[in-house]
């Protein structure tokens, strides 16, 4: 699969906030690993206003329903935000990179507009290109290099899944963003 040019992709939240990530997955438990999950805080009914999903690049916004939407980026990339609330961007406009999209559902009805399942407020981000998920290995978030090497979904373990950015290794949890 192919990867992004690494300037391309920030981390889906604001500057200088760390927020938690979860080991890659994939749709339906399906390879290319080509999803994160990425949370601020609370559980079910917490306030999220102040937590904010961002354009991970500039492009057009596509609205998929009340709690997703995709921004299409250069080069047949896209990146897709699932699990939102309080969409702030109109379908077709053109976003920014690092332009407020939504915050992410404190309600699991609202987070479940088009099904599947979660266990708390946070964005499910996924990266495509040409339509197609596409694997998160050797993609550059922020200027971390991920490596996603596991064996199955949500892996987490530090051995094969991971983030390298100054020449120091992060494991799932929180990670800064940096740009």
């Not at 390879?31 to 994160?36: D, E, F, Q, T, W």
């Not at 379908?91 to 404190?106: E, K, L, M, Y």
């Not at 708390?120 to 495509?128: D, I």
């Not at 094969?160 to 494991?171: E, H, W």
Request: aromatic share 8%; proline share 3%.
């Amino acid at each position: 699969m192919a990867v992004p040019s690494s300037t391309l992709l920030r981390l889906p939240y604001a500057t200088d906030l760390s927020w938690r990530i979860g080991g890659p997955h994939g749709s339906g438990g399906v390879k290319p690993y080509s999803s994160l999950d990425m949370s601020n805080s609370g559980g079910w009914g917490s306030v999220q206003s102040s937590n904010w999903v961002r354009a991970s690049a500039a492009g057009t916004f596509v609205k998929d329903s009340s709690c997703s939407g995709s921004v299409v980026h250069s080069d047949g990339w896209s990146t897709s935000y699932y699990h939102l609330e309080n969409i702030q961007i109109q379908d077709g406009a053109t976003v920014t990179r690092g332009q407020r999209i939504a915050n992410p559902a404190n309600d699991i009805d609202q987070a479940l507009c088009q099904g599947g399942s979660s266990t708390g407020p946070h964005v499910h981000w996924t990266l495509r290109r040409n339509g197609s998920r596409n694997t998160l290995d050797g993609v550059r978030l922020s200027g971390y290099r991920i490596t996603s090497q596991g064996t199955s979904n949500y892996d987490d373990n530090c051995s094969r899944f991971y983030l390298v950015k100054g020449g120091v290794t992060y494991c799932t949890g929180r990670i800064k963003n940096t740009l």
